[in-house]
């Protein structure tokens, strides 16, 4: 069996030097908020190219607490209304209603999958405070387009980063955009941990000094609250298994690409649409991507599905059911979102990570080009 994406076989890559750090973490007899977590802050910064990070618990904390803080900051109130995707991950939509505010949806571009800015601009009301894009399966969302939006009508940009660490255009890492970005460190994430973990990245001082507090009780004295926070930390030890997975992030994001690029090249089925309508392998723009998974399209998606299964090959669906359909946000339940209602009914996602074999994507793309048959 090819599986979709070999956990135990990524960590086993490192595992001498993940077995070090974590006696170090175990013999130092410090385990949360210290050396490690301020070490990996530093160096998760630097690669993004910003100039603070802040550790969190995952990433669905990263993106709720950057909208408390900007309430706390006074710069967002109960009911502002945030602009995202309707094709996301739910996680995006959750830290909007958990922070009290209002999400918006907006339609992507089927070209890129990505929200599509001339809706963004559509969307905007006089209660829009915030746009949250969401760079999905690891492609960057038009950043330069959104950003010229953010400016005109003077709103926050919160970048949903989750599945795109080291993605970049024009040199400008994912992270390094909006006002503020989250990423999530979930062991399947392109920069994963053997564990929960999250982080925030921002250029903004007084935002990254509430996020600090938000996360530890509202505080940054022992028993002083200048905040209603919340316990979310990212622990010693997951910080230092960051640390060492870091150094071997854009490694594994070139043996992503890699694989990318021949699945590409290599799958030639009229009735498989690949994710790449203007990215071609070699083009700029693709290396930029950071393929978290490598998405195509197919009318009988299910089909596609039970002949990759008998090939041994197996695949997921990112993902089965959007956001506006679940039982959690039954008020958008008769919404009318076609564009991600296709997505929904026809993305398949083929295996792809930092240990996939070059023998392993060939018998990949040779299923995928009998299928049908
Ligand atoms: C994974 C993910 C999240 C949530 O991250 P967790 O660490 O699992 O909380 C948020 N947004 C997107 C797009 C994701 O893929």
Same mark, same amino acid.
């Given at each position: 069996?090819?599986? %979709?994406?070999?956990?135990?076989? =990524?960590?086993?890559?490192?595992?001498?030097?993940?077995?070090?750090?974590?006696?170090?973490?175990?013999?130092?007899?410090?385990? =949360?908020?210290?050396?490690?977590?301020?070490?990996?802050?530093?160096?998760f910064?630097?690669?993004?190219?910003?100039?603070?990070?802040?550790?969190?618990?995952?990433?669905?904390?990263?993106?709720?607490?950057?909208?408390?803080?900007?309430?706390?900051?006074g710069?967002?109130?109960?009911?502002?209304?945030?602009?995202?995707? *309707?094709?996301?991950?739910?996680?995006?939509?959750?830290?909007?209603?958990?922070?009290?505010?209002?999400?918006?949806?907006?339609?992507?571009?089927?070209?890129?999958?990505?929200?599509?800015?001339?809706?963004?601009? @559509?969307?905007?009301?006089? +209660? *829009?405070?915030?746009?949250?894009?969401?760079?999905?399966?690891?492609?960057?969302?038009?950043?330069?387009?959104?950003?010229?939006?953010?400016?005109?009508?003077?709103?926050?940009?919160?970048?949903?980063?989750a599945?795109?660490?080291?993605a970049?255009?024009?040199?400008?890492k994912?992270?390094?955009?909006?006002?503020a970005?989250g990423?999530? %460190?979930?062991?399947? +994430?392109?920069?994963?941990?053997?564990?929960?973990?999250?982080?925030?990245?921002?250029?903004?001082?007084?935002?990254?000094? *509430?996020?600090?507090?938000?996360?530890?009780?509202?505080?940054?004295?022992?028993?002083?609250?200048? %905040?209603?926070?919340?316990?979310?930390?990212?622990?010693? =030890?997951?910080?230092?298994m960051?640390?060492?997975?870091?150094?071997?992030?854009?490694?594994?994001? @070139?043996?992503?690409?890699?694989?990318?690029?021949?699945?590409?090249?290599?799958?030639?089925?009229?009735k498989?649409i690949?994710?790449?309508?203007?990215?071609?392998?070699?083009?700029?723009?693709f290396?930029?991507?950071?393929?978290?998974?490598f *998405?195509?399209?197919?009318? @009988?998606?299910?089909?596609?599905? +039970?002949?990759?299964?008998?090939?041994? /090959?197996?695949?997921? /669906?990112?993902?089965?059911?959007?956001?506006?359909?679940?039982?959690?946000?039954?008020?958008? +339940?008769d919404?009318?979102?076609?564009?991600?209602?296709?997505?929904?009914? @026809?993305?398949?996602?083929?295996?792809?990570?930092?240990?996939i074999?070059?023998?392993?994507?060939r018998?990949?793309?040779?299923?995928?080009?009998? %299928?049908?048959?």
């Amino acid at each position: 069996m090819i599986p %979709f994406l070999d956990l135990k076989a =990524i960590n086993a890559m490192y595992r001498d030097e993940l077995v070090e750090a974590s006696t170090r973490v175990i013999d130092s007899g410090w385990y =949360i908020t210290g050396n490690e977590l301020e070490a990996f802050e530093q160096e998760f910064a630097a690669y993004c190219g910003t100039k603070h990070t802040i550790g969190v618990a995952n990433g669905l904390d990263a993106l709720t607490l950057t909208l408390q803080a900007w309430k706390e900051l006074g710069r967002l109130k109960d009911g502002d209304e945030v602009i995202v995707p *309707t094709n996301t991950y739910v996680a995006s939509i959750l830290a909007i209603s958990a922070a009290n505010l209002t999400p918006i949806l907006v339609e992507p571009d089927i070209k890129n999958y990505n929200i599509c800015p001339v809706r963004v601009r @559509q969307a905007i009301s006089p +209660k *829009t405070r915030v746009i949250l894009p969401v760079h999905l399966y690891g492609r960057l969302a038009d950043m330069p387009a959104i950003l010229e939006i953010a400016n005109e009508y003077d709103l926050l940009v919160l970048e949903d980063s989750a599945q795109a660490h080291g993605a970049c255009v024009d040199g400008r890492k994912s992270g390094s955009w909006g006002d503020a970005s989250g990423f999530s %460190f979930y062991p399947g +994430k392109n920069l994963g941990a053997l564990g929960d973990a999250g982080a925030i990245t921002t250029n903004d001082d007084s935002l990254a000094e *509430t996020l600090r507090a938000l996360r530890n009780y509202g505080s940054h004295e022992k028993y002083k609250n200048l %905040f209603r926070g919340v316990n979310s930390r990212l622990d010693e =030890i997951q910080a230092a298994m960051l640390r060492v997975k870091l150094k071997y992030l854009d490694k594994e994001l @070139q043996h992503r690409r890699k694989a990318a690029s021949a699945y590409v090249d290599g799958i030639n089925n009229n009735k498989i649409i690949l994710p790449v309508n203007n990215l071609t392998p070699n083009s700029v723009e693709f290396d930029q991507n950071v393929w978290h998974v490598f *998405t195509v399209r197919c009318e @009988q998606r299910a089909s596609l599905q +039970k002949h990759l299964t008998e090939h041994g /090959i197996q695949t997921l /669906i990112h993902y089965p059911i959007p956001p506006h359909k679940q039982q959690a946000y039954e008020e958008m +339940k008769d919404k009318n979102y076609p564009v991600s209602e296709l997505i929904h009914e @026809q993305v398949l996602s083929l295996p792809i990570g930092p240990t996939i074999t070059s023998e392993e994507v060939r018998s990949v793309i040779n299923a995928c080009n009998s %299928f049908g048959d």
